[in-house]
């Protein structure tokens, strides 16, 4: 999913501007960004709406909690744009960074990520053509399916393990949008997609808006995902997660991330 050369965008409780370039070179970012200091919250994140996005009021439901959490614990909040795989790295390991956001829980992430109290929540299933339903009670009866991933995602614990496995059969994609095409187009039978993304996507995107009486969500879910951040395992991370979710449990998330989310 890396481009080299892609610029980075930097968001600022709700405001956009132009930084500096990532340059990758032999597998390691090299990146100009300001030390991160006590009191402040800067992390990365990728272009996920209705979750977050830079041109999506307050940048997006997560975004816009994060800086009310961030308003109430009097730290400033700021969040830099990345292709998803690009995000991960940077917000774990590059300097001016404590963390990444958003991010599923699991335990196959705790080796690498402190998580935050949630920030949101979002039922995760599968999108599907009207003409072509998907019925299924286990994932046993998903065994021959065509599925859609998209790279780099999590899904569940079970899925994933089940996929490592060569129990399920998955086709990756770069992004939702290319894994909703995929079903359209008949390629998979379903994809994996986060409810409110698929909302959000077949409203907006101009490849999708057509697609509103081809694709539907499956009425069996996989799991309410909630939505963290994943901050770095080090004492600077620790602090600011400390700080973060003292704010989050002082504030009521859930009425905020739910008036926040845009279809």
């Known amino acids: 999913m890396s481009r080299q050369g892609e610029d980075k965008k930097q968001v600022s409780r709700g405001s956009a501007v132009r930084a500096c370039s990532v340059v990758l070179l032999s ?57 998803w795989q690009w995000a991960v790295r940077i917000g774990l390991e590059s300097t001016g ?38 019925f299924w009670n286990t994932l046993d009866d998903l065994a021959s399916v065509p599925i859609g991933t998209v790279s780099g995602y999590v899904n569940t614990a079970d899925f994933d393990a089940r996929v490592a496995a060569g129990r399920l059969s998955t086709d990756t994609a770069i992004d ?39 694709l539907e969500f499956n009425s069996q879910i996989l799991e309410n995902k909630t939505l963290h951040v994943c901050f770095r395992k080090t004492d600077e991370g620790e ?15 859930s009425t905020i991330f739910e008036k926040a989310l845009v279809f």
């Open 97 to 134: 960074y404590v963390g990444y956001f958003p991010e599923y829980m699991s335990r196959d992430l705790d080796s690498q990520c402190l998580f935050s109290k949630p920030i949101g929540i979002g039922p995760l299933g599968f999108a599907q053509r009207r003409d072509r339903p998907l």
């Open 176 to 214: 939702d949008v290319s894994n909703l095409r995929k079903v359209i187009a008949k390629r998979v039978v379903a994809a994996v997609v986060d409810h409110n993304v698929m909302a959000y996507l077949l409203k907006t995107d101009s490849s999708l808006i057509a697609e509103g009486d081809v």
């Open 239 to 253: 602090a600011a997660r400390a700080r973060l979710d003292a704010a989050l449990s002082a504030l009521d998330v």
């Open 27 to 83: 597998c390691t970012f090299f990146l100009v960004a300001p030390v991160s200091h006590a009191g402040e919250l800067r992390l990365s994140t990728l272009e996920w709406p209705p979750y977050t996005g830079e041109a999506l009021p307050g940048a997006g439901a997560a975004a816009i909690v994060l800086q009310e959490a961030a308003k109430h614990g009097g730290d400033t909040f700021s969040a830099a744009f990345y292709p």
